[in-house]
């Protein structure tokens, strides 16, 4: 069994900033060999790649739009990975939700349904 649980999300002013966070919990898995990743979700519309990172190399990538707003991060020792999101515009309102892909082999992938464990979401809402 699988379980991520994010947190962090919140009401923040345009400019403003906010820390979301993910931990994940395993029973009888390692998750060494994971990447952690960080959708976003709005209504109406596909849930789309934010960031991610590999447990193992720290190894990150980036969608075109954070445009260096957003650092993915990882804390092993609690088993989490953060998203820090500063400079936050309207437009970042979203579900966000974290997940992870069990098989890397190399090179983080973008595509949510290699993404096979998945947070509930928590709602970042970013007013003008």
């Known amino acids: 069994q699988v379980q991520l649980v994010e947190s962090g999300g919140g009401l923040v002013q345009a400019g403003g900033s906010l820390r979301l966070s993910c931990t994940i919990t395993t029973s009888g898995r390692t998750f060494s060999r994971y990447v952690m990743g960080w959708f976003r979700q709005a209504p109406g519309k596909e849930r789309e790649f934010v960031a991610a990172?590999?447990?193992?190399?720290?190894?990150?990538y980036y969608a075109d739009f954070v445009k260096g707003r957003l650092t993915i991060s990882r804390d092993n020792r609690n088993n989490t990975i953060y998203l820090e999101m500063n400079s936050l515009k309207p437009e970042d309102t979203d579900v966000y939700y974290c997940a992870a892909d069990p098989s890397f082999s190399g090179s983080i992938t973008t595509r949510r349904n290699e993404y096979i464990y998945w947070g509930q979401g928590t709602q970042v809402t970013v007013s003008s």
């Open positions: 990172i590999s447990w193992s190399a720290g190894l990150k």
